[in-house]
């Protein structure tokens, strides 16, 4: 059976900017009419035609989107749209509800790592240690058109000729401060910053203002593996298998809050934190996902949960009110309920990745009495679930038998 899709609705300016920025009085005029055009805005009643079978409570595969020449490695989502980007290099803009693809850009010398949008420009890091900005070109067919890199030749021009500038990264190897020497891993966006994780251990500031490189902190002591913020501090989970909460205070730098430590000798490859900052959850490469409480203060932080998740490696996370999907190196999803003094029940499991499910949104809107659940994995696929808000009985769903003739293959 496949569901019924509703007629996509008229396209609205692409990229409105939630930030100040220019818009040269050139580009301005080569403008198209505004219905033509793609825009990344908060869009939070956004109609999903889902409906539950009678007697049927269980995760529904609503499609199987396919178009990346790679892993698919990050997504995000932003309003009505839908960016996965692959170790292919490419990078997908997926429109909704008919989840077909809007257009496809990308480039570079190392796959895509993670991506984030702000405002009018959407950034992307890449296993070659750059962080690249893309902007909607207004008059060209591609829509998207890469802009500028990190660090910009400014930042390099204002200090490669001051030798205090550089920093020791390997035996008979130096670089400035401002580059990373590994791959980008990770990036997250809080109050008009970017913050970069990295394998070369570092974690990056960048002014999202005018792309200059503030800070260089040596986080960890190996890869760093995720990034989260929220109201005001910054987590970063890493291979060392500790999470560390990082912060500021008016004009000073970033300093070290608190640190969350994992299980011995195991990495923390994701790390997710409520929207009140009191709850957050680090995933492992023994499968556990470990929760601690505290007050925001890192003062009366403690571990309250400590769950055998999946056999293999959680590679990534996300939360959802009082819902945490987990996604593991065993190719299925976790989904799990938080309870009282956050421990985590066990609601169901999802089935249907042919690889290792890498990364995972889920929508901030609720669809039918439940959510919708994006995920990516190494085989190559965007897929879109919808998960139920209430389940009477944990649900381990196999969509390679029955819920594959209810989903919607999509190709490109």
Request: glycine share 10%; hydrophobic share 35%.
């Amino acid at each position: 059976m496949v569901l019924p899709m509703a007629p996509p609705p008229s396209l609205t300016p692409l990229l409105s900017s939630s930030t100040s920025t220019s818009t040269s009085s050139s580009e301005a005029e080569d403008s198209p009419p505004a219905s033509g055009r793609f825009e990344l805005q908060d869009v939070t009643k956004f109609h999903f035609p889902c409906k539950s079978l009678p007697g049927f409570q269980s995760y529904r595969s609503l499609a199987v989107l396919s178009g990346h020449s790679g892993s698919v490695s990050c997504l995000a989502l932003c309003g009505e749209f839908i960016l996965s980007a692959s170790q292919g290099k490419d990078i997908i803009v997926w429109q909704q509800p008919d989840l077909r693809m809007f257009t496809k850009f990308g480039q570079g010398d190392g796959s895509v790592k993670a991506l984030v949008t702000v405002g009018n420009r959407v950034f992307t890091a890449h296993q070659d240690s750059r962080i690249r900005v893309w902007k909607v070109s207004r008059r060209s067919e591609n829509v998207f058109r890469l802009v500028d890199t990190l660090p910009t030749t400014k930042d390099y021009l204002g200090k490669f000729m001051i030798q205090s500038n550089y920093v020791q990264t390997r035996r008979h190897h130096k670089k400035l401060w401002i580059e990373h020497a590994d791959s980008i891993s990770c990036l997250t966006v809080y109050n008009g910053l970017i913050y970069s994780g990295s394998w070369d251990k570092n974690l990056k500031v960048w002014r999202t203002s005018d792309l200059k490189c503030l800070e260089s902190i040596k986080a960890h002591d190996d890869a760093i593996n995720g990034l989260m913020a929220c109201r005001g501090v910054v987590y970063s989970a890493s291979a060392d298998g500790k999470i560390k909460a990082w912060g500021k205070e008016g004009k000073t730098n970033h300093s070290l809050k608190g640190v969350l430590e994992g299980h011995k000798d195991v990495s923390m490859n994701s790390v997710t934190v409520s929207e009140d900052g009191r709850w957050v959850y680090g995933g492992g490469s023994d499968g556990f996902v470990m929760g601690w409480e505290g007050n925001g203060n890192f003062v009366s932080w403690k571990l309250v949960s400590e769950t055998k998740a999946h056999q293999m490696a959680v590679l990534s996370m996300c939360l959802i009110g009082e819902f945490l999907c987990s996604g593991s190196a065993d190719k299925s999803i976790g989904i799990w309920k938080r309870e009282p003094h956050g421990k985590l029940g066990k609601v169901g499991v999802i089935r249907g990745h042919e690889g290792p499910v890498k990364c995972l949104q889920a929508s901030p809107s609720y669809v039918g009495g439940g959510f919708l659940l994006y995920s990516g994995g190494l085989d190559k696929s965007l897929r879109v679930w919808w998960v139920p808000k209430s389940s009477g009985k944990t649900d381990d769903i196999s969509t390679t038998q029955s819920l594959n003739q209810k989903s919607i293959v999509l190709t490109c």
